[in-house]
């Protein structure tokens, strides 16, 4: 098969890195003589025929932006066999020999939708949740953790000049992810996870007051969204502790942001990788990972029944040492 025109999109919600993704794979493209067109608004584009051509300045000075330059969305005509077919009648249309996706397991989902539509179908995880179960690693997840972690820092400060508990919520839809490795880097006396069940008298507001026996005299609590609500949490934490608990749910500001250097170099080492190892070689329908630290590639259906692990000895690490 010889690749002459492939497509790229970005879908879901944005991630720190996915310009850098897209810096890659068109630059790699063209230099292999590959035509590259971008699809504006992820799945929406590939249906209603949005799109521009790439060339080597469309992606210049991007490496270091946070967002998409190719806009996202979630699509929900995209879920429908109708709009299926809209986006798989647009590639044929336009002689698009394979199309890129880059976003979480929504899109991944998609990706095998286009692919059991006739088209040519790559994956490459973005995601700031780090929930793609095939991937150990979801580009745009450092980023919006360090972004937590200096947020938490700053709150931090004011918890221990008025000796008060912070209450934090993170992103993370259903997965504990950020809110973990937040946890552990800003020294968090509790972390509230989805994949943990907990109590919160026994677990949260017993360690809170044991911690505060053992002379600490502030506190931070980090809740991964999807858990109960955090105003809740702070409400009682304050109530049968008599410790002022402040609650700050940070929200979108991690989605945003110059993305580290380990997001920019993982999405540029995948975006070269979907290019030079996976469309050239005629190796489709696969979504790119990482696994031991080096980027790999599974068939798409392959890819979907992976099961998400969650990192409970760096939890209970976590809460051993924040004591
Ligand atoms: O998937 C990324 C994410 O930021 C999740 O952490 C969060 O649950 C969701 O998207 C929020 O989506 P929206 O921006 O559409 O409200």
């Known amino acids: ?23 890659a794979i068109t630059r790699y493209s063209l230099a292999k003589n590959v035509e590259v067109i971008g699809i504006m608004h992820g799945f929406t584009g590939l249906r209603t025929g949005d799109y521009f051509s790439m060339n080597l300045r469309t992606v210049s000075d991007i490496i270091h932006r946070g967002g998409t330059i190719l806009y996202s969305s979630r699509d929900l005509m995209f879920k ?13 249309k336009e002689k698009i020999d394979a199309v890129i996706s880059i976003g979480g397991d929504g899109t991944l989902k998609g990706a095998q939708c286009l692919a059991k539509a006739g088209i040519n179908s790559v994956f490459i995880p973005a995601t700031i949740d780090n929930d793609v179960a095939c991937s150990e690693y979801s580009i745009g997840y450092d980023t919006a953790m360090n972004t ?15 000796e008060k508990c912070s209450v934090v919520e993170v992103m993370g839809r259903n997965c504990g992810d950020i809110a973990v490795r937040t946890g552990i ?11 943990h069940e907990y109590n919160l008298d026994e677990d949260i ?8 026996k053992m002379g600490k005299r502030h506190f931070i609590v980090i809740v991964a969204e999807g858990c109960e609500k955090t105003s809740q949490i702070a409400k009682k934490i304050s109530e049968e502790t008599g ?22 170099v993982i999405a540029s080492t995948m975006g070269c990788y979907a290019i030079n190892d996976v469309i050239l070689k005629s190796r489709v329908n696969r979504a790119v990972a990482l696994s031991c630290n080096k980027v790999v590639d599974y068939d798409i ?17 976590a809460l051993e040492i924040s004591i």
């Open 1 to 23: 098969m010889k690749i002459k025109k492939i497509a790229i999109l970005t879908s879901g919600g944005d991630a720190p890195g996915m310009n850098a993704v897209i810096r």
């Open 80 to 92: 429908t066999e109708e709009g299926v077919g809209e986006a798989a009648e647009f590639c044929r």
């Open 148 to 162: 937590a972690m200096e947020m938490v820092d700053k709150l931090r400060d004011t918890a221990q000049s008025h």
């Open 185 to 195: 880097a800003v020294g968090a006396t509790a972390i509230i996870v989805p994949e």
């Open 205 to 212: 507001i017993k360690r809170i007051k044991y911690t505060q």
């Open 243 to 264: 410790i002022q608990a402040r609650c700050t749910i940070l929200g979108h500001v991690q989605r945003g942001g110059s993305p580290t250097l380990r997001d920019r």
């Open 301 to 317: 259906g392959d890819a979907l029944k992976f099961k998400k692990c969650f990192d409970e000895k760096l939890y209970s690490n």
